[in-house]
């Protein structure tokens, strides 16, 4: 494997900046990588050789060129990204990985991909998901699963496996994702790489295809702490196109997460998300040592009670797929993308959708319209949705008692290691039961990140810090911390990934 695609983006923007290496080498260098690994493990959807070629000379040219122009360029100019292919790009096809969207191109950019191309961070493509984002394992793609780059036996992660795997595997140093109730922070834990799902309203969500709007949130991947709060700095900030942006100025992540110092700082264990049933002992061994490392380093460990916590997953699944019932209604064959019709009797327009919608969804789509049409309907509205949002109210009131009593909070990002392929597939509670740490923030519109944690049976085990709304910085400089001191204790857990050629 090339050196240069090894380090982290952060090294390779300084290495840029030195004119040690150009953006056309360092672009290419990861596409002959995504040429070699893809065959096996199929993280993309789309590769844009060209277009990223052609971002990667421009900066190249700026950056010969000298002057003012070069010294305006972004830090990040010229180091690769990968996009989840829910985020749309123009000129560049986006599916959500589903066949209802197969082949259309948005007219328009997301404005995190507008801030991207004003940065010239060269888009190599986009990446694969559970279709529309529903899934824990990039298993629900209509394109096929991604594989785990630590062991290809194994599922990735979900939704955002496709980023995660990319991320993990070298094929490009940053990734974005989207994360409703895990979809960045779970493909993290399960790839050792670190995501982030910021505060709601902190990255602006317009051009991200909607999946549920109250919970969806863009956030960086990457292999380092550093490296996404680079990379959450570049898409962060106010956006007049999405109702939900917070007006805040963005903070300075990257020097939070640089801080390292811990000495004295409150953090508090969650009490229902740190034991019990379905939880692995190796995820609970590596949590431990991690607090014992943070321990050593000064911090004062504490625990919080959540009690609401129980009810989380059922409420998630009631909210999310209300939501996705209604915003997945506009694929009707009418407005978007695919349009089938029926193989006989008359023509009519609800003939048409029904036959779009069959053909057009896979199996877990359809499972959640279902699910969330029948929570919405008159005579169940109060007994299923509504009771769910008093949920998601009692959620965020025990986070704010945690909150008092700690800086952040940590657990363990899921409870188990990546599993095997197909192993929760027919078994949709138990691919739901995944979600149960990562779920909570997304009810409660707080950031979480995952950070990796240690290894168990020589697979990555994700740590997740969460802080109250709109002090990620908070989480950021945990991270960074816990990064830190395991890093003085040996290679980085991304480090350790085995090389492709020796997995199984
Ligand atoms: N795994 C969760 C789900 O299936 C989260 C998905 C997401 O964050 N997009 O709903």
Redesign the pocket.
Known sequence: MDPMIQLTAAQMAAKLRAGEITSVELTQAHLRRIEQVEPTINAFLHVNAEEALETAAGVDKIRAAGGAEAEKLHPLAGVPIAIKDLIVTKGQPTTAASKMLEGWMSPYDATVVEKIRAARLPILGKTN??EF????STEHSAYGVTRNPWDTERIPG???GGSAAAVAAFEAPLALG???????R?PAAFTGTVGTKPTYGGVSRYGAIA??SS??QIGPCARTVEDAALLHELIGGHDPKDSTSLPDPVPAFARAAAEHDVAGKKIGVIKQLSHGEGYQQGVLDAFHSSLESLKEAGAEIVEVDCPSFDYALGA??LI?PSEASSNLARYDGVRYGKRVLPDDGPLTIERVMAATRAAGFGP?VKR?IVLGTYALSAGYYDAYYGSAQKIRTLIQRDFDRAFEQAEVLICPTAPTVPFKLGEKLDDPLK??L??IA??PA?LAGIPGINVPGGLSEGLPVGIQFLAPAREDIRAYHAAGALEHLLGEKGEAIWQQIPELEEVH
């Open positions: 998901l559970d984002a529903m899934g824990s979900g939704s955002g989207t994360d409703t109730g895990g979809s960045i779970e999946m549920a919970l969806d998630y699944y999310m877990e959640r691919m739901y995944n979600d990562t779920i997304n």
